[in-house]
Structure formats: structure tokens, C-alpha cells
């Protein structure tokens, strides 16, 4: 194999063999320093170029002090310009936030046989297909953290290319976790649709408020009432799976203050009335200080609609209440941490919102929750956010946002890694912002293992087969997902990921179907837009290729193939990303 500098690049690094920097007339440009190369090297296996000044920090220099770790890394940087010269100092990019290598400028010997590899173009023999002996060959730097980063890389090396040697066209990387369902065949798959919620002591005790004494107050529903009880069902999922709100189920709708051990500050009533082959659904929040009603809204159904096994009819009213719950937890609880609570709720709709102005508002929002109550759960919504910012093209630095995200993951793990919520929306940034796939994979694993009824989780776990090539188990985690998901405000979120994995699989009817439900809800989802104007070019619907690319064009004016690869997407290297990729050709989006 020879791997020579192409013209258009600038600099060749090296990383097959000690790592080795050279420009296009061959001279030697690469830094003495053990741990400015190890920058050199950590940068260009990076998705984009970039890692955060904090992460790079932890693995080289875990063991000195914030400011000493600062310092080093400083004197690294200056040390690596140095040795790139006047012509070529600028492809090193550093803010206050993040490092970054201009890989337009770049080529890494690496990457580009890995590119080859995910295409299938790469062909080796016995001698050649163990790349992990000489993969970053000769780095002696004492730090753990860098050392546990160095084994992880040449792990995932020595899976790549063992399929490559041993089953040419493999469905991607690592075994099938062994969690309930996840050890199940993906392809035989048989969730239930009517998933039930947990129940609400079951909630309280799996995410119990922060100060373990309070809870929202659940009215019991008779058992004539089955429509009344649905909704109660589907609300209950909702509180649980969004923020983790805890229920504690009541037949009173105001209780004593002395027999009481939980504060309830809202109580929630459902009521059904029947209204010949219609039903009227009733929910109201009532204070339990005094019973007086806070809030209520009404909503006329058909009985034939609550066939339906995913009653997304309920999913309006459902969506309403939780927002008000959110609002009166803000504005009538005189517990702090109540109120905080409230302003969680309205973040995370927020951020599902998918707005540039929502997005903006939850930050807001969140970056005031941890400056007076920092916890596991908002840093990981706080970087969540992040990612949906970088996904949309919202921020004009996506290297800051990304260094953002990641270091909100990082802290939330480090405030609870044991938390399911937590450990998926951690996995997510991993996976989607940094296409870490075996680190995020044992964090969904983990997840699902605390709490295999976590949508959320399910779905993201399906979004990172689906990046990493894995179409069949991406395809089939996605569908599992989007039914326990129908269940809930956001299943357009969940439609979007099934239209994903299945575009990328070559299930374009299964696309469609689900990219067209998904807009019902979010008309101006970028992502969607895009997948399903592959899909609809694949099958060749030219009539439906005009409107979806004049609203794509609303949204997104300037994008094209080519934005969507500068951008560092990913995924798009695999069998399914270029199959995608294809089919926004084939529309005219090159």
C-alpha cells in the first residue's frame, strides 16, 4: 500500500508508524515533544479536526493541576506551530473553548485508509490487516488517561479492519449488548404497542425529586372510565420519560398536612365524560393547599380513535399539560427545588421545539439552573442542546458548541453515571458529535440495563447503529423505539430516527411513511426534509421532490452535499451514508 500526499493538501501526517508531519516536498515538519505530537495525533483522528481544551487537558496531563494542565497545553500548541512553520502555523486553530487541525489542509494517512475500508475499496493480505502494531506506534507518554485513549483507538482499529480481512461487507462493529431485548435477534423484534407507564411509586424510587419529599399528586381514575385512564397512562410515561418527575397516586384531592410525608404541590385530575360516540376528556391542576382548580382544559375525541394502539390523538393534551405543570411548579411552589423542577420541563420541550429562538431560551434556561443548583440530569440536557445546535447549523462556531457538549457531558456523568437518562444523552455527544461508537455503545448498554423502557435511549442507540453502519439493527432498535414513543408528544422525534434508519437501510417506503408523520409535527425539521427527499428520489417521485426541496430551501437555503460533508455529518462514510448521499444527488442537491 502507498498512501503519497495528494497536491491539494498542504501537509501529510502520518500515523501508521511513529507519527510523522511532512510537507509536500517531503521535509520533516513534526514536533520533538511526546505530548504535542500525541496533540497532533488526537486531532487528526478527531471527526472534525477539533477536541476541547478540557478534554485534551484530562488526557495528557490528568495528573497536574487545572492551571499546570493549562499551562502545558499552551506550550504544547506553541511548540507545534513552531514546527509547522510561517506557512503553515495557521492550520493550527485554538480559541479559549477548543483546539482544532484544518483537516481541508490535511491529509492523515489514517483516515484516508479508513475511508477505503467503509467502502469496501481496501484489500488486504495476512501481513498487512494487523494495523494496531503500528498504529501510533512509539508514543511513551505516563499518563493513564492517555494510555486508556491509545488502547480504545487501536481496539477500534483492530475491529475495522478484522472485518475487513476476515468478512468483506461485515454489518459493522461489536456484539449485541446483553440487556433484555437487546439480546433478542434486532430482526425479531416484538415490542408491545401499549407500553405500560412505570408505576408511581416505581418512578418515584427509580428518579426521586432532589430533596426525596415531593411529588406530583395523581387522582385515581375509575375503572369505567378506560379512555380517562389511557390518558392518565399516557401522562404518567410522559412526567417519567421527559423529566423524570415523580407521581404518587392519590384518592384525595387534598391531603393533611400532619399525615402528610410527601409534598404534593400540584395534583392532576382526569375525568371522562360520555358524550354518545364521542368522548369528552377533562384534566385539571388543582392546588393541594386548598383544592382550587389552577388550570383545565377540555378535549372532544371519537371512541373509534382509541383503537388506535399508540392514542396519538392524546398527544396534544398530554403535551399541554406537562407544560403547565412545568409553568405552575415555577410560579406556585415554595420549595426552590420545585420550582427548578418546573423550569427543567420547559426547558427540555424547549430544545424538542428544534427552533433556533427555543433553543436559545433553553440554554438560558439551564444555564441558570446550574449556576444555583448544577445536577447529572440538566448538565446532560445542557449538552444535548448543544448537539441540536451543532446538528442544525444554528451556531457560526460549531467547534465552541461542540466543546461545549462534550464538556457538559462529561460533567454529567461525573455527578451520576448511574442515572439511565444521563448515561444516554452523555452516549449521544459521544456518538453523534465525536463518532466515539464502542465508548457511546457501552453507555447506552449501561442505560438500557438501569431502565429498559427508556425511549429515549432505544432511540439515540438506534441513531449510532445507524452512523456506524449497522442498517438492520439500526432499523430494527428504531422501530421498537418510535412505538414505545408513539406514546408520548415528541413521537415525531422518534419518526424522525425511524425515517433515518430506514433511508439508510433502503426501506423508502418505511422512510417515507415515518418522515411524513414526523412533518405533521415539525413541518420545518431539516432533518427530515432531508431523508425523505433521498427516499422520494430513490423510488423516483418527481412530484414529491419539487414541493420537499422548495421547503428544504425555506429552512436550509444553502445546503448541498457537500455543505452536509464539510459540516463533519456523520455517517456518511458507511454503505448507507453514500446511499443517502446518492439520493440527495439524484434530487439535484449536489
Given at each position: 500500500m502507498n498512501f503519497s500526499p495528494r497536491s491539494d493538501h498542504d501537509l501529510e501526517i502520518f500515523l501508521l508508524g511513529p507519527p510523522t508531519v511532512m510537507d509536500r516536498s517531503g521535509n520533516q515538519l513534526t514536533p520533538k515533544n511526546q505530548k504535542s505530537k500525541a496533540v497532533v495525533a488526537m486531532l487528526a483522528l478527531a471527526p472534525r479536526g477539533s477536541r476541547s481544551r478540557v478534554w485534551l487537558r484530562d488526557k495528557l496531563w490528568s495528573d497536574r493541576s487545572e492551571d499546570q494542565a493549562s499551562a502545558s497545553l499552551r506550550q504544547a500548541l506553541l511548540d507545534i506551530r513552531k514546527s509547522f512553520g510561517a506557512d503553515y502555523k495557521d492550520i493550527l486553530i485554538a480559541d479559549k473553548y477548543s483546539v482544532t487541525l484544518d483537516l481541508s489542509r490535511v491529509q492523515v494517512d489514517a483516515k484516508q485508509i479508513s475511508e477505503q475500508a467503509d467502502k469496501g475499496l481496501l484489500h488486504l493480505s495476512d501481513e498487512q490487516h494487523d494495523f494496531s502494531e503500528h498504529f501510533l506506534e512509539g508514543f511513551d507518554i505516563c499518563d493513564p488517561e492517555f494510555e486508556s485513549w491509545l488502547t480504545l483507538e487501536r481496539q477500534i482499529w483492530d475491529q475495522r479492519f478484522e472485518k475487513t480481512h476476515t468478512a468483506a461487507g461485515g454489518d459493522g462493529y461489536g456484539s449485541v449488548p446483553d440487556v433484555e431485548h437487546l439480546s433478542e435477534d434486532p430482526a425479531e423484534y416484538k415490542p408491545a404497542l401499549n407500553t405500560p407507564a412505570p408505576g408511581p411509586n416505581e418512578a418515584s424510587r427509580a428518579t426521586p425529586s432532589a430533596d426525596g419529599t415531593w411529588a406530583i399528586g395523581l387522582q385515581d381514575v375509575p375503572p369505567t372510565q378506560p379512555c380517562a385512564n389511557a390518558l392518565q397512562q399516557k401522562l404518567m410515561r410522559n412526567l417519567h420519560e421527559m423529566g423524570r418527575i415523580p407521581v404518587l397516586r392519590t384518592n384525595e384531592p387534598m391531603l393533611s398536612k400532619g399525615l402528610r410525608q410527601v409534598t404534593l404541590p400540584l395534583a392532576v385530575r382526569v375525568t371522562e365524560t360520555s358524550l354518545g360516540e364521542n368522548v369528552r376528556l377533562t384534566v385539571e391542576l388543582v392546588s393541594t393547599e386548598n383544592g382550587i382548580t389552577l388550570w383545565t382544559s377540555s378535549q372532544t375525541f371519537t371512541q373509534s380513535s382509541f383503537l388506535e394502539p399508540s392514542q396519538s390523538n392524546l398527544n396534544a393534551i398530554v403535551s399541554q399539560t406537562v407544560i403547565q405543570i412545568g409553568r405552575l411548579l415555577q410560579t406556585t411552589a415554595i420549595n426552590p427545588d420545585i420550582a427548578r423542577a418546573g423550569v427543567l420541563i420547559e426547558c427540555i420541550y424547549q430544545i424538542f421545539g428544534l427552533s433556533e429562538d427555543h433553543l436559545y431560551s433553553a440554554d438560558k434556561k439551564l444555564e441558570m439552573l446550574l449556576k444555583h443548583q448544577p445536577n447529572a440530569q440538566t448538565y446532560a440536557w445542557m449538552a444535548f442542546s448543544k448537539s441540536f445546535q451543532v446538528g442544525q447549523r444554528f451556531s457560526a462556531d460549531a467547534a465552541a458548541q461542540i466543546s461545549e457538549a462534550?464538556?457538559?457531558?462529561?460533567?454529567?456523568?461525573?455527578?451520576?453515571?448511574?442515572?439511565?437518562?444521563?448515561?444516554?444523552?452523555?452516549?449521544?455527544?459521544?456518538?453523534?458529535?465525536?463518532s466515539e461508537f464502542d465508548l457511546a455503545a457501552s453507555l447506552y448498554e449501561r442505560a438500557l440495563k438501569l431502565d429498559p423502557e427508556q425511549t429515549l435511549g432505544w432511540d439515540l442507540y438506534a441513531t449510532l447503529n445507524a452512523y456506524s453502519g449497522r442498517n438492520s439493527k439500526a432499523l430494527a432498535m428504531a422501530s421498537w423505539a418510535q412505538q414505545l414513543g408513539a406514546n408520548t408528544p415528541i413521537s415525531y422525534y422518534f419518526d424522525t430516527t425511524k425515517c433515518i434508519a430506514a433511508t439508510l437501510a433502503g426501506d423508502h417506503r418505511s422512510a417515507i411513511a415515518a418522515g411524513e408523520r414526523a412533518l405533521v409535527q415539525r413541518p420545518k425539521f431539516n432533518s427530515i426534509l432531508r431523508y425523505l427527499i433521498s427516499s422520494h428520489a430513490h423510488l423516483g417521485n418527481v412530484q414529491m421532490l419539487e414541493s420537499l426541496r422548495q421547503r428544504l430551501n425555506d429552512v436550509e437555503p444553502d445546503f448541498s452535499t457537500e455543505i452536509l460533508r464539510g459540516s463533519g455529518y456523520p455517517g456518511l462514510g458507511t454503505e448507507g451514508g453514500l446511499h443517502f448521499l446518492q439520493g440527495l444527488r439524484k434530487a439535484g442537491l449536489d
Open positions: 462534550q464538556y457538559f457531558a462529561t460533567r454529567a456523568l461525573e455527578e451520576d453515571e448511574y442515572d439511565p437518562l444521563v448515561l444516554s444523552l452523555a452516549a449521544h455527544i459521544h456518538s453523534y458529535l465525536f
